[in-house]
């Protein structure tokens, strides 16, 4: 029996492809590489806006859907070169998507050559997303990767020119599709044929650096730094609370409600950090070098975010990550004190 392993990311497309490869008699498992910039099983678990979303791996559950074994990699300092460096650029934000894939395909090759397997499969569309999955760039993915034609895009096979799988009769081509474009029609199609009742949201928002907000905050982070360099705290911090900077050598990042206040306590041994003691408020982190004036605007700022916010007075402990401790007491300065462009 040939063997396949498919880049499962969660979504409908991976969830699809895999699926017609199953059907035509391979082994088939699936593969998930963990780069820190992912969407799932985050945010969508600690903020209570979120409550009524089911909190589920995508990619753990589409592998149990079609009954395969998933191996999760973990690949964040491998991956750090593909967002600091992308020979290919970036695209509408700060996501290295040609870049991106290249790379999760130059791993599935490797994978494949180590585990002994046949071939590898994506679910890409030509023409579905503008920077990696356009007509001219799909060879470069397979050329660059090292996997050439053992690359398989089962549901836009037929818009490509054979592939080892297929020349070597391992797949039937005439059972692979010929989807194109960003319509998502032929899909829900196929999701009809096989009667799938539920899957995770049809295209896009697996990865933070697709969003805009995001990448701001991690543009803002680079250039406060001077560096591009990150470690995996620094992009998960990113993806929590409210930042704001009031300058260069300092930012504040605020909790906005219970489930990332209790995710911020995790990193009060890093960070120096505020909490309102007079009334309901949020717990701060500073991330920076602030000086002592600094901390007393910082507390000013917290303060507005907290129940205080129309005191005269607001009471604000802040502690060093040594747990060194001094109280302020402050006037809460108000929404229009706090300049737009201090928020990242």
């Not at 017609?20 to 969508?44: A, K, M, R």
């Not at 620094?234 to 219970?258: Q, T």
């Not at 007491?329 to 300049?339: G, M, V, Y």
Request: charged share 30%; proline share 5%; hydrophobic share 35%.
């Amino acid at each position: 029996m040939y063997k396949a392993v498919s880049l499962i990311s969660g979504g409908l497309d991976s969830l699809l492809a895999t699926k017609l490869i199953i059907d035509q008699g391979i082994h088939v498992e699936g593969i998930n590489f963990y780069t820190g910039f992912c969407v799932e099983g985050h945010t969508h678990a600690i903020r209570k806006k979120d409550k009524k979303k089911e909190k589920r791996n995508n990619a753990l559950w589409v592998a149990e859907e079609l009954g395969i074994k998933l191996h999760i990699i973990n690949v964040i300092d491998e991956y750090k070169d593909v967002v600091i460096n992308p020979k290919h650029g970036y695209g509408q934000h700060m996501n290295p998507c040609l870049d991106c894939k290249g790379f999760m395909v130059k791993k599935a090759y490797e994978w494949i050559l180590e585990n002994e397997f046949d071939f590898i499969i994506t679910g890409e569309v030509i023409g579905q997303r503008p920077m990696s999955q356009r007509k001219e760039t799909m060879p470069i993915i397979a050329e660059e990767s090292g996997a050439g034609d053992r690359l398989l895009r089962p549901l836009c096979a037929k818009n490509l020119p054979p592939t080892l799988p297929e020349l070597e009769g391992w797949v039937n081509r005439d059972e692979l599709k010929d989807f194109s474009g960003r319509s998502r029609k032929p899909q829900m199609a196929l999701v009809n044929f096989y009667n799938i009742k539920d899957y995770a949201q049809p295209a896009g928002g697996c990865c933070f650096l697709t969003d805009k907000k995001y990448s701001a905050k991690l543009k803002d982070m680079w250039q406060a730094r001077g560096s591009r360099e990150y470690e995996l705290d620094d992009i998960m911090l990113l993806k929590v609370g409210r930042h704001i900077r009031p300058s260069e050598n300092y930012k504040l990042i605020i909790a906005r409600e219970e489930g990332e206040v209790n995710y911020l306590e995790g990193y009060k041994k890093q960070f120096t950090h505020l909490r309102i003691l007079s009334h309901h408020g949020p717990l701060t982190l500073i991330d920076g070098d602030p000086s002592e004036q600094d901390l007393v605007l910082a507390a000013q700022i917290a303060a507005r975010y907290s129940q205080g916010r129309q005191a005269e007075q607001v009471e604000v402990e802040i502690k060093t990550p040594e747990f060194e401790a001094k109280k302020l007491t402050i006037k809460p300065l108000s929404a229009e004190q706090i300049p737009e462009k201090w928020h990242v």
